[in-house]
């Protein structure tokens, strides 16, 4: 059984970078079938898609967030991650990592618990 | 970018109703797309996925059908588990996008 689970500060200050890192257990981040994404939900909200990984490093991220985010992963440690700059209270939201599937509609099928992630002063 | 409509934004059932949930797509998205449900507090689960398979241990209450722009998620007869928020996902080329979701509150 797939298991993912975010790690990192909950708290981040206005104009600092958010840090995260998800840990995957139970299956090798480097199978060629699956990619490995940042999913976020503000409070209340809808979901936003951040971008995701493959194990050989490329990558895809949201256009409205493309100049503000990396994602990467360390197959050595079977963990990805995600580094979002110049944050504001906009970026306020639980961010999930998950896992999803290389081929048809890119569904996802493994997520992390989620972690909420406050920017404030 | 391929923008997905999801309606209502609240459907407000009794269990042993049907539920028929609707997506759209901006351009068509061939059968690229996925449901998922989500219940407060959870992350969200994976229902159907290329428009139509259900998901590894999803009941058979839940089907997707559609392609192109125009998708259905539809709960044959709602069980009171079934009230939550689903939300519908697409993939074109590289980029993925989720609808803002459809709430299925009991009346």
């Known amino acids: 059984q797939v298991q993912l689970q975010e790690s990192g500060p909950g708290l981040v200050k206005p104009s600092q970078t958010l840090s995260l890192t998800c840990t995957v257990s139970?299956?090798?981040?480097?199978?060629?079938?699956?990619?490995w994404s940042w999913i976020r939900q503000p409070p209340g909200k809808g979901l936003e898609w951040i971008g995701y990984?493959?194990?050989?490093?490329?990558?895809y991220y949201n256009p409205s967030l493309k100049s503000r985010v990396t994602i990467s992963v360390d197959t050595s440690k079977n963990q990805f991650s995600l580094k979002l700059s110049s944050v504001t209270a906009a970026d306020t939201a639980v961010y999930y990592c998950?896992?999803?599937?290389?081929?048809?509609?890119?569904?996802?099928?493994?997520w992390g618990q989620g972690t909420l992630v406050t920017v404030s002063s | 970018e391929i923008v997905l409509t999801q309606s209502p934004a609240t459907l407000s059932l009794s269990p042993g109703e049907r539920a028929t949930l609707s997506c759209r797509a901006s351009?068509?998205?061939?059968?690229?797309l996925a449901w998922y449900q989500q219940k407060p507090g959870q992350a969200p689960r994976l229902l159907i996925y290329d428009a139509s398979n259900r998901a590894t241990g999803i009941p058979a209450r839940f089907s997707g059908s559609g392609s192109g722009t125009d998708f259905t998620l539809t709960i044959s007869s709602l069980e009171p588990e079934d009230f939550a928020v689903y939300y519908c996902?697409?993939?074109?080329?590289?980029?993925?996008?989720f609808g803002q979701g459809t709430r299925l509150e009991i009346k």
């Open positions: 990984i493959y194990y050989s490093g490329s990558t």
């Open positions: 139970g299956g090798s981040i480097s199978s060629g079938d699956y990619y």
């Open positions: 996902q697409q993939r074109s080329n590289w980029r993925v996008t």
């Open positions: 351009q068509s998205v061939s059968s690229y």
């Open positions: 998950a896992r999803g599937s290389y081929s048809g509609s890119y569904d996802v099928d493994y």
